[in-house]
């Protein structure tokens, strides 16, 4: 699994991103990948995944985040990718955890003192799966009746450092996964 | 997925339990299931799973353990299996920590003051995924050179109630993971 | 697997209900599901799966039909699909045949009298099974050169009875096919 | 998919047949096939399948049972499995039709006039799908409290003719599956 | 595996042809199937799937060529796909080698005499493999900057002879690769 | 995928390495490998995969042998195991044919002069893919009938080069085959 931070630039995310091939067509990054970078979120209609979002016209936004992509060319499985998904989540609370922050995960959602930090999405493609985490450097351009919290307020300023570190604990988590995975002899 | 806490009884876990169908053929529990009970934990060397403490030589015992037993009968995928332990492993920790017990999560082992509180082990059979998850309740009877905890070293006195709120919180992670995998649209 | 009879309006059906979600995108019901509904049938070209019918210039319409929309979410297999489906026809013509109506079922046709009662048909999306059941309220309003046949002639006066009795039917059958698929060992 | 009804002699089936290959290396028939023959049933206890009847200390057996054997190596999946062997089942009981005999399908059973006539089995190995199903020539051999019939009770006389003429049945009805799996495009 | 080789018209290949079911819909012929025909190549962007030509702006087009386009209904898989692909290929050079043309295989290119013969592309649909091979007849109309070569200057002039007997090649490599797969026990 | 060539021993080929996990539990190669050594072969009859050698009583032996044990981690399938065979052995004549060896390739034999100069199994676990090939050093050992050759009577005598060369040859074509298997959009 390749790990790819992005830090020259900024990128917004509007969803498209969580099509296949986005980080082989983008940058040239091929086969299992994580990708990193920052910018504005802000998910067209027509890229939403969720459908509980789509049914409950959400908005899904947010001024500056930092964003995951993340794929995997392993049997396309939507609860494989569910469950990735959960897991990652859970990492980046235990990455939290060890900075000093308290967090609270319910599913995909990171919340600190009842306030949503994240946002994410997962999926297949008839080729791979698909992760979309989003974690709020501000509490800003959230939508409306959205209590959201950032990076920022809890004192984590060095954003490339968090992007750094968190990318790099999402990767040796999914190689641990990967690793054991083979070292178990099968079951009667 | 259904829950059994078995509560008027001690099970001793030698391994054999890790095979396919297990809960249906003691319990009668058909499908997705969470058996949780209590136990002496004594692997034999011929139920041991993990090839790597196979070439080790590694035991694995404990004198009072609460086990679980969990099949999933979805496609057999041991990168699923694999995950979806890291995924309980993360959440018994989530829990422990409302509870006030500051753990670090290494893959599926868990460590309290770089005490050794479980273990772990995920595969396939055939048919299904299989995870075991052991925590000790006291640190005795354990393998010589390492260095275990237990629920009672945590304050943790009330064992029945620990396996019926862990055994309902694996119950709802894995709604949640399962609800999620079929409430997102593909993408392309 | 839920099922939704919907009785309390009309819903025509122009193909598009094939595509993976449509129960939870309409109605909220998520997971593996039956949809019952009633409506006239004109199904659009582009919205036609067997491509036997396209390359025939087949028309598929009916002024008037008990629909079924299934989805299930399993590895999307299209001989699965296939097999379900049969398995569906045949358990619609031994419910008729219980309320005394003769039938001939051919692969997914379902005739009573050489005429045709019903039209089907099966398929994958990249997250689920889908398949399509169509069985005329009256003979009224189908393709030119297609001699049919529908409830009505057969002396079904009650069709939301029908579509109770048959969706609570298909319901039944299917959780028995996945209760049996988790009681059987593998075989060497 | 091929089809073998063997005429020359009997062949007891005690459970083994149900591994894979059974076909292959018996008869030399390779891939896809239904074997037919006539035998005793009486499955040893290290052959059953079907976990509910080793919980309950069922008994397996007949005197004289026409045989199926059906092993397809498609991806296999208990899922598949059983609903083949249900759809399998419909079939035979819609051949029974047309000759006449009144049946009643419940899953995998038939019985007509509340008597039971046939057993059967579906499952998986780690390369194939297999099924059992065996049909009651007499009402002979049956465990105690089951209230069996068979083929001659039902005024079917010549059993060659019913191996051969349900052989292509389930053949026809196979490559029917198949075939329409084949014929229709992928839904979005 | 059904063989089809078009000897009375030209086909000119844009692309389009790599997707599910066109030898169904143009030719009706279902299932796993190699079509072979001749014609211009002028693939447009649109129905380009190697990611790495469209990053490198390639171009991908020939004036006369021998097309193979190959359709496998198994369980859709990139990496079987991609092995297929390189066997099919691997067959075409010991079958030219039979004839006495020297070739050198990369991948899934073909080389004689550092000068490109051949193009070729793998991938999946949501319901089958599909492969297209395509054999330059004369290195004419190839993009520039590329060094070609046709059969034509190898010295095989009989064109429609090379169409039948390496479509007939591939045929027989599939169906001996398909017979072996079912002919082998499964291992512990 | 990891290479490793043994040279510092001979290790006998049984047939018992076919076994899934044989790299990592003997060498501690984890995942994806090829293992390559050289011993005599005498595969025991419970060990022998090929049910066609099983049902002709055939002997598998040879004095002194080239042996490669190749495992793949991917979804278990018969059919890309087989393809991933002859994909191989293809490889292997290629080689050969560099070093000026004229071979014919049946399948996955490989023949010189009308000798056989190899043995290959593939099939799979329920966790991987195994393949084994087997190359005659010597023609000494084999069984009645066969008319062998061996690398020394085709002026290969640097067997340890071989060894290196063949292997890595292998683990190149594999990992073209899994990178081109990741590099292409998906065709609708």
Same mark, same amino acid.
């Given at each position: 699994m390749k790990l790819l931070v992005i830090r020259?630039?900024?990128?917004?995310?509007?969803?498209?991103a969580i099509r296949s091939h986005w980080a082989y067509r983008n940058f040239?990054?091929?086969?299992?990948?994580?990708?990193?970078f920052r910018g504005k979120c802000d998910v067209k209609v027509e890229e939403m995944i969720d459908i509980e979002d789509l049914r409950a016209n959400k908005e899904i936004k947010s001024d500056d985040m930092v964003h995951y992509i993340i794929e995997i060319f392993d049997f396309p499985n939507i609860l494989l990718a569910s469950t990735l998904q959960k897991?990652?989540?859970?990492?980046?609370?235990?990455?939290?955890?060890?900075?000093?922050?308290?967090t609270l995960r319910k599913g995909d959602d990171i919340y600190v003192d009842d306030k949503k930090l994240s946002i994410s999405i997962a999926t297949v493609s008839p080729v791979s799966?698909?992760?979309?985490?989003?974690?709020?450097?501000? #509490?800003?351009?959230?939508?409306?009746?959205? +209590? #959201?919290?950032?990076?920022?307020?809890?004192?984590? +300023? +060095?954003?490339? +450092?968090?992007?750094?570190?968190t990318g790099r604990a999402f990767q040796e988590e999914f190689l641990k996964v990967k690793k054991d995975s083979m070292k178990v002899r099968w079951a009667e």
């Open positions: 020259d630039r900024r990128i917004n995310y509007d969803g498209s040239g990054v091929l086969g299992d990948s994580i990708i990193v897991l990652f989540i859970a990492k980046l609370c235990e990455v939290l955890h060890i900075w000093g922050v308290e799966m698909k992760i979309h985490i989003g974690v709020n450097v501000k #509490a800003e351009g959230v939508p409306k009746g959205v +209590d #959201a919290i950032g990076l920022k307020e809890l004192g984590i +300023d +060095d954003v490339e +450092d968090f992007m750094e570190k």
